[in-house]
T-cell receptor, first 116, second 112 residues
Framework: EPEVTQTPSHQVTQMGQEVILRCVPI?????FYWYRQILGQKVEFLVS????????KSEIFDDQFSVERPDGSNFTLKIRSTKLEDSAMYFC??????????????FGPGTRLTVL | KQEVTQIPAALSVPEGENLVLNCSFT??????LQWFRQDPGKGLTSLLL?????REQTSGRLNASLDKSSGRSTLYIAASQPGDSATYLC???????????FGRGTSLIVHP
């Protein structure tokens, strides 16, 4: 069964460093998303992406964040200058549709980001 | 702004019990509601999606219902097994956006 994959599974970085989190969505899906979950807290939406553009973003997704689909398979989240509070689990998700009541989202296993 | 609440926050039951997990929401103008399972330190596995026009969905031992008028959804797990131990998350899309808002989850332990 097709699944969303993410690399790396765990990333440790120093405060102020840039990190790139990678995702390979399900191949026939058109809509891609990033979420994060700080330990013990709710899953929070960061950004959605369709047709090579950001379609929606949350207040969390500030200028330190960017997303890119550099080729036909990968979808990346870049954090330019990491802060301690960026430490969280980052989930990528994809869906075949972005609108409509049947836009079921499928999540990857996550990347645990630890900022020291 | 949509608020999603899940009760109880934690549940511990013996194997074989039938369970009901609750999810309540404040804005009934929803597009859909999705139930997920999350194992410790892992990603989210989609269990069931209920569209706004539907009242329930079933998959194996799982049944999810949706009552928009009362702002509630329930996830029913029949004949629980230790392998069902996980956190169950409710997420719904509403208010002009198809981006889901998540609840905090119910942490379930099924002991043998």
């Amino acid at each position: 069964e097709p699944e969303v994959t993410q690399t790396p599974s765990h990333q440790v970085t120093q405060m102020g460093q840039e990190v790139i989190l990678r995702c390979v969505p399900i191949s026939n899906h058109l809509y891609f998303y990033w979420y994060r979950q700080i330990l013990g807290q709710k899953v929070e939406f960061l950004v959605s992406f369709y047709n090579n553009e950001i379609s929606e973003k949350s207040e969390i997704f500030d200028d330190q964040f960017s997303v890119e689909r550099p080729d036909g398979s990968n979808f990346t989240l870049k954090i330019r200058s990491t802060k301690l509070e960026d430490s969280a689990m980052y989930f990528c998700a994809s869906s075949p549709r972005g609108a409509g009541g049947d836009n079921e989202q499928f999540f990857g296993p996550g990347t645990r980001l630890t900022v020291l | 702004k949509q608020e999603v609440t899940q009760i109880p926050a934690a549940l511990s039951v013996p194997e074989g019990e039938n369970l009901v997990l609750n999810c309540s929401f404040t804005d009934s103008a929803i597009y859909n509601l999705q139930w997920f399972r999350q194992d410790p330190g892992k990603g989210l596995t989609s269990l069931l999606l209920i569209q706004s026009s539907q009242r329930e969905q079933t998959s194996g031992r799982l049944n999810a219902s949706l009552d928009k008028s009362s702002g509630r959804s329930t996830l029913y797990i029949a004949a629980s097994q230790p392998g069902d131990s996980a956190t169950y998350l409710c997420a719904l899309s509403s208010g002009g956006s198809y981006i889901p808002t998540f609840g905090r989850g119910t942490s379930l332990i099924v002991h043998p």
